[in-house]
């Protein structure tokens, strides 16, 4: 075997106390972490299916031939904004109506005529449901000479841009705190298991050992520490995530690629930790 | 081999550690460094394998200049020297033979070549018995005899030495210093820093004295000298 990938795993063997109390300690910052990153996951998705209800709506001028109508979904579709347009007709619409509002099933059917008018739906891409590029798709449809009105809940849309910014300000904060104190903790737990072998890094050195070959060990040990930490966060997090899943609310977990990013994310702050912690012990011994 | 040239040493708080030394060891010789505590000699061994730097002055060791060497260059001249300190400086956490086999193992030598490199030196300093006993599981002399296997591994052309028996008993002093003489005997020079008188007097090697940082005593400069105001 390599011997820097032998002196590292023996490093686990001869300090297994301490080793398992480093991987301990940037298993749980990394859990916290990731419990924040399982909050912020779930909120995003919420945010995510309310956006799906964005809608606006251009109610038709009574009378509109077909053949307009036909012409302007189509040029409506080709918006760079708009996902889906759909065409509900006046039938349409009041079957709809007595379906949806069952309270007044009686005055709908005693009704002689539809008074409810087409209208054409327009449904978002994602990226653009929000309230500027609502209003401008809104605009746009108004042009239209067959719209008589537009509707798409102004002040709703509006509230969901100020909670999605809400969300993404916290979001941005509150896990560069969190991430911040996780590397500040990993740091620190690094550092201990480097100052525990500054003996062993002084002996080395009066051997001969270059700074390279010394440094080149403790590099691995702390990716391995972070690597492992990341696992045991990923884990927990699980764990976490599978009893609020089962007895609060139902909840979504983490994709792979976010999992992987935060056992990555322990891997290259053990790398990191170890780099300046070794760095500083050579310059200093 | 190993000459210093007007070599001063500040303390970094001021002062002057060494002042104006100049002496120079030949190839295979045997030399003492003596005098009081604090009188320099560990500064002087620091300055051969160069974990110092001269204030001034030339130390140049083996083909080395001290004063201005890149710190590259340190880790082989350390592998040209072989040191051995007055408490052992044993990995506590692993065997007599994994404490000698790292001083190979740092240098890239080439593993299937180690274990017996290992054995030939534990042999030498009649420890071949103990290769699987810990530090903690040997005698200081033992412990002293496994830090010289260590320091003899790499065939060095200098072994330093700073008070190796300075913790030892007068059994296991007489043993180590033996083994150090005839280490010098096979040819590897020897610079040994101590205050132990009776140990000095006991060889015919040469005397190197300091006195608060100064030369004040060479027998090869001071008996030549003597020697030729003989009438």
Known sequence: MNLVVRESLLAFKRAPLLSALSVTTIAFSLFVLGLFGLVAVNLQDALRSVEERVEVVAYLLPGTPIEATALGLKDIEAFPEVQLATYVSEDEALARARAELVEFRDVLRELERNPLPASIEVKLKPGFRDAAHVSTVAERLGGFGFVDDVRFGRDWVEKLDRLRQLAAAVGIVVGAAFAAVAIIIIGTTIRMAVLQRGREIAIMRLVGATDGFIRRPFLLQGAIKGLLGGVVAVALSFGAYALIDRYLIQAAFFTHEQAAAIVGFGALIGLLGSASSVGRHLKRV | ?231
């Open chain 2, 1 to 231: 081999m190993i000459k210093f040239t007007n070599v001063f040493k500040a303390f970094p708080k001021g002062g002057l550690a060494l002042k104006d030394v100049s002496f120079h060891i030949a190839k295979g010789e045997f030399a003492f460094l003596t005098g009081h505590s604090g009188a320099g000699k560990s500064t002087v061994l620091k300055l051969v394998y160069a974990d110092e730097r001269p204030t001034s002055g030339e130390v140049r060791v083996s083909g080395y200049f001290v004063t201005e060497m890149r710190p590259r260059e340190v880790p082989l001249l350390r592998r040209r020297l072989g040191i051995v300190f007055q408490d052992f400086r044993l990995l506590e956490d692993r065997t007599a033979e994994e404490n000698v086999a790292f001083a190979l193992e740092v240098t890239g030598a080439r593993r299937s070549t180690i274990a017996a490199r290992v054995m030939r030196v534990l042999t030498q300093v009649g420890l071949a018995a103990k290769a699987q006993a810990y530090p903690r599981e040997l005698s200081g002399g033992e412990q002293q005899r496994v830090a010289i296997a260590r320091a003899l591994v790499n065939e060095p052309t200098v072994l330093l030495a700073d008070e190796p028996t300075g913790n030892l008993d007068e059994r296991a002093t007489r043993g180590v210093f033996q083994l150090l003489r005839d280490i010098n005997a096979s040819g590897t020079a020897v610079v040994m820093a101590t205050h132990d008188l009776d140990l000095v007097r006991q060889a015919p090697y040469r005397v190197i004295e300091l006195q608060e940082g100064a030369l004040v005593y060479d027998s090869a400069v001071d008996e030549q000298r003597d020697q030729a105001a003989a009438p």
